[in-house]
């Protein structure tokens, strides 16, 4: 039986429905995105390491969410981060509710899956964000903290580690849990089409 990560149903920005399932086989990095804020260059790191380990089987999948501080405010299918207005190819899905009752099946899925994140041994972004005015309380056990945060997801689904949102892609502590991932074997993905034809695999490049 497949993970339930594939069977959750998203929207593309085009309000396309699909699900996740077309990128099983590939180590995934799915990541609440809005308009720019407190981190520090997010989309350009998000593309670098995208195009860095595509070739491998590997995406970064960006979600859009309003749930901090309202940075993402563009209606459906007219996103504030959209990938043209930063020069990004790796898929961005339209908004979804990451936090509350209103929680997405897909991002309860993973904060149940990784209650706790990974952080910066040094990490000041909560009490940035409390003093700041930005967050009036703490996160419930759990709960996303902020814009940016990271799951990281196996070849098979599962959901094997998540990083604050401060924990840059640059790190070591995050590109050493990617080449984990990576280095796991990969299994042919194939169909076959008319005639008995092996069509090549679609990953990263279907419609989801």
Not at 9 to 22: E, H, N, T, Y
Not at 49 to 61: G, K, N
Not at 70 to 81: F, M, Y
Request: charged content about 20%; glycine content about 6%; proline content about 9%.
């Amino acid at each position: 039986m497949g993970s339930p990560l594939y069977g959750f149903p998203v929207r593309r920005l085009s309000g396309a429905k699909c699900k996740l399932d077309a990128y099983a086989g590939a180590v995934l990095l799915i990541v609440n995105v809005a308009s720019p804020d407190i981190s520090t260059r997010p989309y350009v790191d998000l593309e670098l390491l995208h195009r860095t380990y595509s070739e491998r089987e590997f995406a970064v999948l960006g979600f859009r969410s309003d749930d901090f501080d309202r940075q993402d405010t563009g209606p459906s299918g007219t996103a504030v981060c959209s990938p043209a207005n930063y020069d990004v190819q790796f898929p961005i899905f339209d908004k979804i509710v990451t936090k509350g009752p209103n929680q997405h099946p897909l991002y309860r899925y993973l904060t149940a899956m990784q209650p706790v994140a990974v952080s910066r041994p040094d990490s000041q972004l909560l009490e940035h964000l409390l003093k700041s005015g930005l967050l009036s309380q703490a996160p419930a056990p759990g709960e996303l903290l902020w814009n940016f945060e990271k799951f990281l997801i196996s070849r098979s689904g599962k959901v094997m580690a998540r990083f604050a949102p401060d924990v840059t892609v640059d790190q070591n502590v995050l590109l050493q849990a990617i080449e984990r991932e990576l280095k796991s074997p990969r299994k042919p993905r194939r169909r076959t089409g008319p005639m008995g034809r092996i069509w090549p695999s679609p990953l990263l490049a279907s419609g989801c």
